[in-house]
């Protein structure tokens, strides 16, 4: 066994790709600080603030984001995050999530333990090229990307080597951790390598994203996103410090209920100088944009029934928001939430909408006049189990969507009378050699033991005394 184990390579990682990433995307650290902010700040004052994971939890999280071209690719980086105590959750299909051309499937890296979500929960959102989707790469296209992508090596021998290592053992000793921990972060740097330029135009007139994948030849973190408690008041807050945003919060609106799923925003990136080179050989400096900072607030995971209510919402508040300004739609939002959402999370827990873990009272708060009822919405109103919201750790497609989508500057082209390449969560789990777990059935997981517990514990003997 390592000394150093899984989860302390992983916040070493999180906190030195953090420290990498602001100082290659100063905005960043102006995020970072004003996030830190208010999360104290709103930790003074709300003795609740812990309710939704701790407040130093809060205070490291942050989720990254990357994209890669190939299977190996994803396979490599599969097994780097396994090293940090990291798999693979949830499949997003942001081709059908957007109206730009974002021709990626996706999934999310990050730890699926309680306990290992409250050390550090460290998530990466990674995105995988779709080169063989005819409604974005032809025959031609697709041969030649494939090739670009077959040339290039994202991770050297040692940190891949390293990475097995990490997982087999369960850690790593000092000195390899060390080695892993640089390796691992310089992996994700912004590459020097100069840009074939005309390569890197004929995949942006595809999409954004496809040149930003396989225009080059290696990966970096797109953005890396703090988790703040007030994500209105950062909002403001960006704006006065001099950073414009994107003018919505993605996701449920601000209301007066439960916190529910994932509520971001995100600023873009200023343009980076990078080396091109030309067709004659020569290079020169220009700039790209394609990187941006972005920021989120977590509320309570939601289960299928009240993710379908969600979804709902959302379609109706576009239907009768079309046309309307931001500011309008988040009015008519908070119209429709109030009117159609459960307002307290007792009424999540009772309909089976949000997931919860539950706990026996402590046996002098039960009633003593009666034996504990079956269904749940009598053992909490009886008082005989209390319930704790589960954190919504995952993402959501329209909001990724709108996120990649937000930051492109051309919507690129698609060729809808082709039919899209089919891609799933078994395809993905396949190509990875991973399984590939759903979010769903780690919340309902979590939820069922934690109520089994407590009704083995209702129904136990007063334990003799001793
Ligand atoms: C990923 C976009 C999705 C999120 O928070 O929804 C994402 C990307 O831009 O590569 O990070
Ligand atoms: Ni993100």
Known sequence: MGTVPAWRLRAAFARRLSDMYGTEVPAYTTLSAAVAEINEDVSRVDGDAGRLGGV??????RHGAIRVGTPGELRQVAAIFGAMGMRPVGFYDLREASSSSVPVVSTAFRPTEPAELARNPFRVFTSLLTTADRRFFDEDLQARLEAFLARRELFPAELLELADRAERDGGLDPE????????????????????????????ARVSAVAADIGGVTGTHINHLTPRVLDI?????????????????IQGPPRWDGPDVLLRQTSFRALEEKRRFRSADGGTEFGTLRVRFGEVE?????????????????????????AGATAADRAELAREVW???????????????????????????????????????????????????????????????????????????TRDATRSGTHYDRPWLAETIGRPVQDPIDLYAA????????ARTELAAPPAAPA
């Open 232 to 248: 209105d008041r950062l909002y403001t807050e960006m704006g006065r410090r001099g950073i414009t945003m994107i003018d919505e």
């Open 176 to 203: 390899p951790a060390e080695r892993f921990l640089t390796l691992a972060v310089d992996a994700f740097r912004l590459s020097a390598d100069p840009i074939d330029g005309a390569w890197y135009r004929e995949l």
């Open 446 to 453: 979590q939820r069922d033991t934690s109520l089994a517990e």
């Open 297 to 321: 607030a977590r509320g309570i995971a939601l289960t299928t029934t009240g993710r379908a209510l969600y979804d709902d919402l959302m379609t109706e508040t576009d239907r009768r928001a």
């Open 56 to 61: 130093e939890r809060v205070a490291a999280e």
């Open 338 to 412: 109030t009117a159609r959402f459960p307002r307290t999370e007792r009424e999540l827990a009772v309909n089976e909408q949000a997931f919860f873990t539950y706990r026996a009272t402590a046996p002098e708060r039960r009633p003593t006049d009666r034996q504990p009822p079956q269904d749940l919405a009598a053992l909490l109103d009886q008082g005989w189990i209390e319930a704790a919201p589960i954190v919504y750790e995952d993402f959501l497609p329209r909001s990724a969507a709108g996120i990649f989508q937000s930051n492109l500057t051309e919507a690129g």
